[in-house]
Every structure is written in structure tokens, then in C-alpha cells.
């Protein structure tokens, strides 16, 4: 099994910046992708960055160069680098892993709100 804990959402006006992390733990070497997802209200839920065991990185394009992800893997964390950000980036943000058997696992959400 592999826990993932969210933190860094908050309220930003237009423009700014906020960093997101992710903690994991449990069997972490099992993983094969770590990505960050995220859903605002009555849409559905979407790949915003994912990372892969090799370090590959693929960034949706409605954040291509405004978002960054990357991984700490001594503190276990991944880090989702919010910059420039817009009222239509703001929706729950999810930490997700994918294990090599196939197995997913999601944290719980952390909100981000960007004011206009």
C-alpha cells in the first residue's frame, strides 16, 4: 500500500504562485507514476502533471509553462510548482500514484482558489 498526503492549497489572487506537496509513504518502491490531477466543480477530474519511475515529466497543456512537477526522492514528496496563476486553475487538487501491479491510489484533495 502507498499513503499520499496533499498540502500547500490556499487562496491566491490572479498571477500568483502556490506549491503544492505531496507525502508519500508505505511501499513507495513499488510506484511507477506519481501525477497530480485536479477537478473543479461539476467538471471532471484531469491529469494536470504526472512523473514517471524514470523521471520523465508530462505536462498538460492548458499549464505548459506555468507548472512545474517534480520529486524530492530522499524527503519522499512530490512537488506540483503552481506559477501564474488563473481563476480557472482553481479547483481540488489530488495527489496520485500508480503502482507497478497497476494499483491506484489517491490522496485526499487540497483546495485551490484563485481570485479574479
Known amino acids: 500500500q502507498v499513503q499520499l498526503v496533499e498540502s500547500g492549497g490556499g487562496l491566491v489572487e490572479a498571477g500568483g504562485s502556490l506549491r503544492l506537496s505531496c507525502a508519500y509513504s508505505?511501499?513507495?518502491?513499488?510506484?511507477?507514476?506519481l501525477d497530480w490531477f485536479r477537478q473543479a466543480p461539476g467538471s471532471q477530474r484531469d491529469l494536470v502533471a504526472g512523473l514517471t519511475r524514470g523521471g520523465h515529466a508530462n505536462i498538460a497543456d492548458s499549464v505548459k509553462g506555468r507548472f512545474t512537477i517534480s520529486k524530492d526522492s530522499d524527503k519522499l514528496t512530490l512537488y506540483l510548482q503552481m506559477n501564474d496563476l488563473q481563476p480557472e486553475d482553481t479547483a481540488v487538487y489530488y495527489c496520485h500514484a500508480e503502482l507497478l501491479k497497476g494499483t491506484e491510489y489517491w490522496g485526499q484533495g487540497t483546495q485551490v482558489t484563485v481570485s479574479s
Open positions: 508505505g511501499a513507495y518502491w513499488t510506484i511507477k507514476t
